[in-house]
């Protein structure tokens, strides 16, 4: 079969690799779509950095590895044992792999396991960039017969959106901010509608994606803000009766390259700490630099600082049942490549000129 093999910083080559093989416990899914995310580009133009250089302590892979992590596709063969998944199915791959033994995984909390591996990032048994996976069978997640492949190879991110939702415990009388309206920060957005939230402010530095969530229409958004254009913390205060925000979320990462209106670099986290209220909560969706946070900005104004990571079972269910009503609106931010395309769209998604791209592995080998 044909998938991308990772090798290194700036090195992905498609390669003719064996079909893996079905053993028990487990299912092999012909993959349609795989989606292109922030990591895979970071790992593309900066790596490696998840991708492991020495064998990786729970699956024993290193360095070339299968890539792509955000994929659907459909179920061929079912391993021994395995009950709850058959042959035809359409599924979303969750692709997690942790070790079952450590403490965060005793209590169910797998998505922090002391030594996680993700498929298409540090498996021997393919990623999402390849023609076949095999995957253990309680990390495929069957869709509805209204919710498309297009729409599976998209509940991985939407689920870490839905997680960090969660984590931070939102209720609809809360005024809410999203930094960053990315496909996660757009997921972000959705998630807090499906629970009854209204009166969200989002920021965005890019016009290509504030241009895509305005074309939603979703009006649970009463505002989105260009933060090289005005201050965010009062433009914030100015929507929210001067005390800030309850809840923050911030999504977009690390510094900006661009300075906001006072000319200063613009910092994400610390517009965010800035724009929420006095004992207010921040979920640091993003990950960022070292330097970027100043600690007493949110000593002083007493606000709980929330972290959250990836996604459980509990996220990609959830999702899934609100596709299934008809909640989540994704065609606006995505679009489809052919597998040839793969490095174009890194680097059209590196430069800002695509919101998510999927590529279309099923007929396009």
Same mark, same amino acid.
């Given at each position: ?44 133009? @900066? ?15 290193? +360095? ?93 991110? +939407? ?111 610390? @517009? ?80 800002? +000129? ?12």
């Amino acid at each position: 079969m044909r998938a991308a093999i990772y090798y290194g910083n700036r090195d992905i080559r498609w390669e003719d690799v064996p079909e893996p093989q079905t053993q028990a416990g487990q299912v092999k899914v012909k993959v349609a779509h795989n989606g292109i995310c922030g990591t895979d580009i970071h790992e593309y133009y @900066d790596g490696p950095m998840f991708a492991p250089v020495w064998p990786h302590l729970l699956t024993g892979v290193k +360095l070339p590895v299968p890539f792509g992590h955000e994929f659907s596709g459909t179920v061929v063969e079912v391993g021994h044992g395995v009950t709850g998944v058959a042959e035809g199915d359409r599924v979303a791959v969750e692709p997690v792999i942790n070790c079952g033994d450590c403490h965060p995984c005793r209590r169910g909390d797998y998505n922090l396991c002391d030594i996680t591996a993700f498929l298409g990032l540090a498996s021997h048994d393919g990623g999402g960039l390849s023609e076949y996976v095999v995957v253990a069978a309680n990390r495929v997640h069957a869709l509805p017969s209204n919710v498309s492949l297009e729409y599976g190879a998209v509940v991985e991110p +939407l689920s870490v959106a839905m997680h960090a939702v969660r984590r931070g415990r939102p209720s609809p009388a809360e005024r809410v901010v999203v930094h960053g309206a990315g496909p996660v920060g757009i997921g972000v957005v959705q998630a807090l509608a499906a629970e009854k939230l209204g009166g969200i402010i989002v920021t965005e530095i890019s016009p290509m994606r504030r241009a895509v969530l305005q074309s939603m229409a979703i009006p649970a958004v009463v505002a989105v803000i260009d933060p090289t254009v005005v201050d965010v913390a009062e433009a914030v205060a100015d929507l929210v009766d001067d005390t800030g925000a309850d809840l923050t979320f911030e999504v977009a990462g690390a510094s900006a390259s661009s300075n906001g209106p006072d000319g200063r670099p613009l910092v994400s986290l610390n @517009d965010a700490i800035a724009s929420t209220r006095r004992g207010g909560r921040i979920v640091c969706v993003a990950t960022h630099p070292a330097t970027t946070i100043e600690p007493n900005a949110f000593v002083f104004k007493e606000l709980t600082i929330v972290g959250t990571a990836a996604y459980t079972a509990t996220d990609f269910r959830r999702v899934i049942a609100l596709m299934g009503q008809g909640h989540y609106e994704v065609s606006p931010w995505i679009e489809h490549r052919t597998p040839d395309q793969l490095i174009t769209a890194m680097n059209d998604m590196r430069r800002g +000129l695509a919101a998510k791209v999927l590529i279309d592995v099923a007929g396009n080998p």
